[in-house]
């Protein structure tokens, strides 16, 4: 179980309005990534899903009952803190144990889970270590130890590979993602991180200033981005936004098209430029080109190693499939 | 940060330390105010159950005009300001050459500390009687030893006497703080001055001193504070005599000794006033160190 | 200091470090070695550093003419009472402060730290007064109680800053596993305060023990601690330094000994966290 429902949830920290009223469906065994520039309210309203916060207004129900109001020790939830917090005076095993001992579960019974947890996370050797003793990955394993013993309705991440190193992030975020196709239980998981949303989630909800932009699969808000920031957000590098006449000539005041959506040639194409940054990373090669009539430079990803350098001629050549439209909203034209 | 159930425990939790100080401070200090208005003296039959007589200001201004009221002022100025200068000269040498790379650096540190730890009432008695005894005394044997004649230390230079006694036991203080401060300095501000060409004097006075000057302060207060109210080395040593009755010592023999309660209280009026004065600066300073 | 001292330099700084450092402990010194000799001895001249009987005898006077033990229980009765119940009303204020604060929590602070400031004897007879009410006056209760009242601000604030120090993310950690307030701060805040809830004990300890206006003035014969033992040697008549010596050194050792160990935070609670 884990099916969460936010209704017209509102936050206000004094006279800050930080959560505007919103609302959102989390599907039992769903994994959803709350992506969003930084201070856009994610951890807020996983705080508020948490219950360490209080709503302003509006309600929470978790698995069909109102939570509103019940305290953080009563939700069932568990929680991934970006510092782990982990208790440091105690064991690896004492942590682990903690949550089923604040449960009063019976020794045997604990000492099975947590033995059973640790095996899961290869913490096995460790277990009576203090967590001062441990390295930032082992600590993290840890942290999630402690919230998978006791079985929760959902497990709530903030940013929880944010203070690991970039090859140890990648490895733990599989982990993560082999966890919840193991255990089927919905976690829901605040990211700034691209990759991360993107490979992990079943589901991605694009907040800005406290307000969901678009919820949606990744490939959905790949595909199809309700609006502009929704479209300048999701996607590495970021997708090209031309105004002017160039998006007068498709009927749009903007059009958006992915680096990896253009055709770059040296021979001819739609626009002609020069080449300005070129970036060779072997597997693939980025060019910022400026165009002719374009301010902007636009960013064209080509496959394998091309060899164009500063000051070339190149021609571009947007595939007319995966051009996007916006209105002078800023919202998508279908 | 919290939600309504930890802001209402917290109000909970909070409670029984608000009331206890509250009422420690709320019922005598009412209690005070309301007797220095009165005339009260026990030894003369007044009571509280038979009703005291209305004297409005009457004891404010007495206590003001008795003829022991302003040697009692330049008394305590002399012994707090005496004290304050001697602990703060010395705790800064001190603190210096402390935080210089010395063997048993430790051993020496404990050495300087340990007149703190001493119970007032001992180190008034073990000045006044081991050190300062014009016959046994240390001090004596030592007047002795040079040919001179012994000092009646506690008669004849009394207010010295007092303000050594407790600069020796308030000087662990300063010298702790002002070093733990010194300890912050940023070794490489020193460093750029003597690349600069500062001499050590002047090391000194342009970057040393001006770090310690908060700390300083925090010193001379707190120590105001304290040193407004010593008691027990003027009750052991002179009983407040020869010169050492201070505005605390004066309040204490109105209220016990000759039992002039409304009296005495206007006294504390005064005192309570006083040290408001020296408080609201600390806490400025102690209040501006909260939002860091 | 990065560099290395030139030796000489070091020699001569810790020869004036030492000097200094014997002079400000020279009475604590000359007051232990005259307890171990006899009070004739004692005020021998030239005074005796080295060479004289060395006897435990005043240790054994002291004890048995005036009951050395019950004073030292006292002591040991009121400082230790009043610093523990201070330190049970102070951890929880001092958890709301630091882990709830509000707008007023600063004010709270400094209030509570403006009542060390009230003058004692401008209160001295209302408390007395009090005292007699409530049939207080020469009992350990009544004393404990205003120990413990005079030292709460201290130990709150002591408290306050240690707890500061300490990331709520793991109290929010225990409240996701499930443990209720009573479980929060018994099993994750206290045992991770430990140290500075001790330094707190000691530094709290010890100024009890020395606190010497109330002591004086509200005790007699039955609840008064060692601060009033010795005040009642102040008027020396004849033979007397090697006793008055040992029952100093009775009063002073078990303190001294833990004031060594509480150096550090000695600055940190008088201070109010001003100075770390
Ligand atoms: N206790 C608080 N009191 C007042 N304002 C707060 C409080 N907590 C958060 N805020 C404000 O709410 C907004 C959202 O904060 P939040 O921590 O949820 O952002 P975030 O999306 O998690 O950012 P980041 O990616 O940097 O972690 C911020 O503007 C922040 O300043
Ligand atoms: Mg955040």
């Known amino acids: 179980m884990g099916h969460i429902i936010l209704e017209n949830v509102k936050k206000r920290f004094g006279e800050v309005t930080v959560i505007p009223p919103l ?101 096995t050797d460790y277990l009576d270590r203090r967590p001062g003793q441990l390295s930032g990955g082992q600590r993290q394993r840890v942290a999630i130890g402690r919230a998978i013993v006791r079985e929760p309705a959902a497990f709530l991440f903030d940013e929880p590979l944010s203070n690991l190193d970039a090859a140890l992030r990648v490895g733990m975020r599989l ?91 040296s021979e001819g194409g739609e626009w002609h430029g020069k080449v300005s940054v070129s970036e060779h990373l072997g597997s693939d090669t980025f060019f910022h080109v400026t165009c002719d009539g374009i301010p902007e430079p636009v960013t064209v990803r080509v496959g394998g190693e091309v060899d164009l350098h500063y000051g070339d001629d190149i021609w571009l050549t947007p595939d007319p499939n995966h051009l996007h439209r916006f209105d002078t909203q800023g919202l998508r034209v279908a | 940060m919290a939600t309504q159930h930890s802001r209402s425990a917290a109000r909970l939790m909070l409670a ?72 703060v000269v010395l705790g800064v040498l001190l603190a210096i050459l402390l935080d210089q790379p010395i063997w048993g650096q430790g051993i020496v540190r404990l050495f300087v500390i340990a007149p703190f730890f001493v119970m007032p009432t001992v180190s008034a008695l073990v000045w006044k009687n081991m050190l300062m005894d014009p016959i046994n005394g240390i001090f004596a044997h030592l007047w002795r030893f040079f040919g001179a004649t012994p000092v009646s230390w506690l008669s004849d230079a009394s207010v010295q006497s007092i303000i050594l006694i407790v600069s020796w036991q308030w000087l662990p203080f300063a010298t702790l703080i002002l070093l733990t401060a010194i300890q912050s300095l940023d070794s490489e501000q020193l460093e750029a ?5 500062a001499s050590p004097l002047a090391r000194f006075f342009y970057i040393v001193l001006p770090h310690l000057s908060r700390a300083i302060t925090i010193v001379i207060l707190i120590q105001t504070i304290f040193l407004l109210s010593i008691f027990a080395e003027i009750f052991v040593t002179t009983g407040g005599s020869f010169g050492t009755r201070t505005l605390t010592y ?33 806490m400025r300073i102690v209040g501006k160190n909260l939002d860091r | 200091m990065a560099r290395a001292v030139t030796p000489r330099r070091k020699i001569i700084t810790t020869a004036v470090a030492w000097a200094i450092g014997l002079l400000i402990f020279f009475p604590i010194y000359w007051t232990i070695l005259t307890s171990f000799k006899t009070e004739a001895q004692a005020i021998n001249d030239p005074p005796l ?45 001092a958890w709301s402060m630091a882990f709830v604060p509000s707008r007023r929590t600063k004010d709270i602070l400094l209030w509570m730290l403006s009542t ?160 770390k």
Request: charge should be neutral; charged fraction near 15%.
């Open chain 2, 16 to 87: 029984p330390a608000v009331v206890l100080l509250l009422g420690w401070m709320l019922v005598p200090l009412t209690l005070t105010l309301y007797l220095s208005f009165k005339k009260y003296l026990p030894l003369r039959g007044d009571s509280l159950q038979n009703g005291l007589e209305w004297v409005g200001f009457e004891n404010y201004a007495r206590f003001i005009s008795s003829s022991a009221f302003w040697p009692s002022v330049q008394a305590t100025l002399i012994i707090v300001g005496g004290v304050l200068l001697i602990t």
């Open chain 1, 23 to 123: 609302d959102l469906e989390i599907n039992d065994g769903e994994f959803v990534v709350f992506v969003g520039p930084s201070g856009c309210g994610k951890s807020t309203l996983l705080r508020l899903i948490a219950g360490l916060e209080d709503v302003t207004g509006g309600r929470i129900i978790i698995d069909g009952k109102d939570a509103t109001s019940v305290p953080p020790a009563r939700r069932g939830l568990a929680m991934v803190f970006q510092s782990y917090a982990l208790y440091p005076h105690m064991s690896v095993r004492k942590n682990i144990a903690f949550p089923l001992r604040m449960a009063r579960l019976e020794r045997a019974e604990i000492d099975r889970r947590v033995k059973a947890a640790a095996e899961v996370l290869n913490l």
């Open chain 3, 49 to 93: 550093f080295f060479s004289f009987d060395w006897t435990l005898e005043n240790y054994a006077v002291v004890q048995e003419r005036s009951d050395y033990m019950r004073f030292l229980w006292n002591s040991v009765i009121l400082a230790g009472g009043s610093t523990l119940i201070g330190i049970l009303v102070a951890i929880p204020a």
């Open chain 2, 250 to 282: 004066l309040i204490f023999q109105r209220v016990v000794d000759s039992q002039n309660i409304g009296l005495g209280s206007a006294g504390g009026v005064y005192a309570i006033i006083l040290a408001n004065i020296v408080a609201i600066f600390l």
């Open chain 3, 116 to 275: 060390k400031m009230l003058p004692a004897v401008g209160v001295l007879y209302p408390i007395s007064l009090i005292f007699v009410q409530f049939n207080l006056l020469d009992t350990r209760g009544g004393l404990i109680a205003v120990l413990m009242l005079i030292n709460l601000p201290i130990i709150v604030w002591m408290l306050y800053t240690y707890f500061k120090e300490i990331p709520i993310d793991i109290l929010e950690a225990a409240r996701m596993d499930g443990a209720n307030l009573r479980e929060e701060i018994l099993y994750i805040l206290t045992p991770m305060a430990i140290p500075g809830i001790a330094s707190t004990i000691l530094l709290n300890f010890i100024l009890a023990w020395n606190e010497a206006f109330w002591t004086l003035n509200l005790t007699a014969a039955n609840s008064a601690p060692l601060t009033a033992f010795i005040a009642s040697y102040s008027s020396p008549e004849g033979l007397f330094f090697a006793k008055l010596s040992a029952a100093s050194t009775m009063a002073i050792a078990p303190i001294l000994i833990l004031g060594w160990f509480s150096q550090k935070q000695l600055v940190r609670g008088l201070t109010f966290g001003a100075v």
């Open chain 2, 193 to 197: 001055a003597e690349m600069d060409g």
């Open chain 1, 175 to 265: 982990e993560i993602s082999e966890l919840h196709k193991r255990l089927e239980t919905t976690m829901i998981y605040v990211t700034h991180d691209q990759v991360e949303a993107m490979t992990m989630a079943d589901k991605i909800v694009v907040l800005r200033a406290g307000n969901i932009e678009q919820v949606g699969s990744p490939l959905e808000l790949y595909r199809n981005p309700r609006n502009l920031f929704v479209a300048g957000f999701i996607g590495s590098p970021k997708m090209n936004l031309i105004n002017g006449s160039i998006a007068a000539q498709h009927g749009a005041e903007t059009i958006g098209i992915r680096p990896e959506h253009i055709f770059a040639s």
